[in-house]
């Protein structure tokens, strides 16, 4: 069985009662996947796990603008109903996909 290293946590969620972590893995650019908490059995990187803080999770992007020469995007949380913001794309490392996703719907 192979065995994996992982490089930084960036993300936390709960999926159908399950807590997941994001994880970025050591020599795998670009391949960051949901992993269940009980997947990750490395006590050293469970003890990373436990101080994450303050991660939040978008549900959409809804829309773009440029504010003080600064590219934002209007950001839709998951858990923050009527909680928008405008976030410069140097808060958004995480979310590439949804950022991606919301410029494709733009050009079409």
Same mark, same amino acid.
């Given at each position: 069985?192979?065995?994996? +290293?992982?490089? &930084? %946590? $960036? *993300?936390?969620?709960? =999926?159908? @009662?399950?807590? /997941? !972590? #994001?994880?970025?893995?050591?020599?795998?650019?670009?391949?960051?996947?949901?992993?269940?908490?009980?997947?990750?059995?490395?006590?050293?990187?469970?003890?990373?796990?436990?101080?994450?803080?303050?991660?939040? +999770?978008?549900? &959409? %992007? $809804? *829309?773009?603008?440029? =504010?003080? @020469?600064?590219? /934002? !995007? #209007?950001?839709?949380?998951?858990?923050?109903?009527?909680?928008?913001?405008?976030?410069?794309?140097?808060?958004?490392?995480?979310?590439?996909?949804?950022?991606?996703?919301?410029?494709?719907?733009?050009?079409?």
């Amino acid at each position: 069985c192979d065995t994996f +290293e992982v490089q &930084e %946590i $960036i *993300g936390r969620r709960t =999926r159908n @009662g399950t807590l /997941q !972590y #994001r994880v970025r893995w050591v020599g795998f650019p670009g391949q960051d996947t949901w992993k269940p908490a009980s997947n990750l059995s490395n006590a050293q990187e469970i003890n990373k796990l436990n101080k994450i803080k303050d991660i939040f +999770e978008v549900q &959409e %992007i $809804i *829309g773009k603008r440029i =504010r003080n @020469g600064t590219l /934002q !995007y #209007r950001v839709r949380w998951i858990g923050f109903s009527g909680q928008d913001t405008w976030e410069p794309t140097s808060n958004l490392g995480n979310t590439r996909e949804a950022v991606n996703c919301y410029e494709d719907i733009m050009k079409e």
